[in-house]
């Protein structure tokens, strides 16, 4: 999941689900979430299977039964993310257990594995990111998939007397399950906002605004001042949707949301949320507070507009301040912004989309899975957790880890809003399990309403009938959450 460069989808491409985006951002401590497990499908083999590697003893400081010397093979998406991240970790296990290790950086995960998965030959370990990655629910139901259970049990790599479980983010865990098996760990975390200049909105004594209505009256003065309020990937407007469906979410409340996954009938069109959210957008480009030609970029030429100062707004994840560096000045002061008020909201000023990421898979039939879950405990050790941060200005799942450190613009700004928002989180499964649906089909309808193409009503309306029709194909695996 995941994407290129986070994503350099080939252009002309770029669907997927970028919930799992090689996005990011991470944690500080706050109260345990109720997250639906990613993929609400059928556990994998077993709970507590033990690896089949020829493992050596189990040692305190062996504690997975690594065998010395036994070469290890990481299959590493290679988008926004890069992956020199899981070659410095790949480094340390070298280093530890004197075995060679095998890396390839890719953007074709599932192409590239597919075959060798049906072949009974899958490598060890895997970051299964971007737009071509491999069905994970498959996978799972085949038995493909290493309980990550005896990972989670495991001491930490900091703190001997504190297992793995319990220095990860709680929403990690509960993601990261098929049914009660653990076997995806999500390694990073993505903020999802409205991004902005910080540089730009003090020079011109402009506030981040904290209501729909609010933000109206901003982009009147922001036009005046001749410059676009707005700009988006109209190439992809699904990018759009990181915003929209969230912002749904905070006004009609979650339990309205889940009824939008669940794929409900009338789930749109009985939704106070949507009306108010759908209506803003459409008045947005009724006054023409798009840039100019914003239905023609991907989402780069949309983020480098944005970085020129052609824009003040972008709606994206925490992914774009490493994929969006090249263009950006050094004293942009990169921040994004909770989401913003509307009327009667069921969830409090100052909520944020905030979701696990970038999921990690450890072959069971792989050669060395002992291996391949000790590669992923290194990289939740704090040294690791910090270099993320570091190499690619996002957090991960470890908590705290970046406590003390200098944050990028970026990744300060979406972990004071995370920190902000304390549990007041938004975690959306729609884009994830219908991906089809929502970056084609209702992405359609977004860029023709951004484009002043369609009204609000008829919006709203053909949105419920594609998600109806989704509902009623056979062919299309269904999936349900409660929270």
Known sequence: ???????????????????????????????????????????????????????????????????????????????GLGDQYAKDAEADFKATYGAEVKHTGTQQVGPKLTPRFAGGNPPDVIDNSGADHLDMNKLSTQGQLQDLGQLLDAPSLDDPAKKVRDTIHPSTIEKGKHGDTFDVLYYAFTIYGTWYSQKLLESKGWAYPKTLDEMVTLCGEIKKAGIAPWTYAGKFPYYVHFNLFAQIAKIGGMEGWIAIDNLEPNAWTKNDGVKQVVEHYEELAAKKYFLEGSQGLTHIQSQTAWNKGKAVFIPNGSWVENEAAPTTPADF?????????????????????????????????GKNPAGGMELLRIMLSKKHAQNFATKVKSLTCVMDATAGMTLSPGLASASKVFKDAGTNLISLQLQEWYPALTDEKIGGLTGQLLAGELKAAEWIKKTQEECDKVAKDSSVAKFKRTA
């Open 1 to 79: 999941m995941g994407s290129t460069s986070a994503h350099n989808h080939p252009e002309g491409v770029g669907r997927r689900d970028l919930i799992k985006r090689s996005a990011a951002l991470g944690l500080i401590t706050v109260p345990t979430m109720s997250f639906l497990s990613a993929c609400a499908t059928g556990g994998g083999g077993g709970s507590d299977k033990e690896t089949k590697a020829a493992g050596a003893e189990k040692t305190e400081k062996n504690p997975l039964g690594v065998k010395q010397g036994a070469p290890l093979e990481a299959f590493i998406f290679k988008g």
């Open 333 to 365: 002061g990169m921040a994004v912004g909770p989401l913003f008020d509307g009327s009667g909201d069921k969830m409090p000023h100052g909520t944020l989309r905030a979701e696990p990421s970038e999921p990690y898979l450890v072959s069971a039939k």
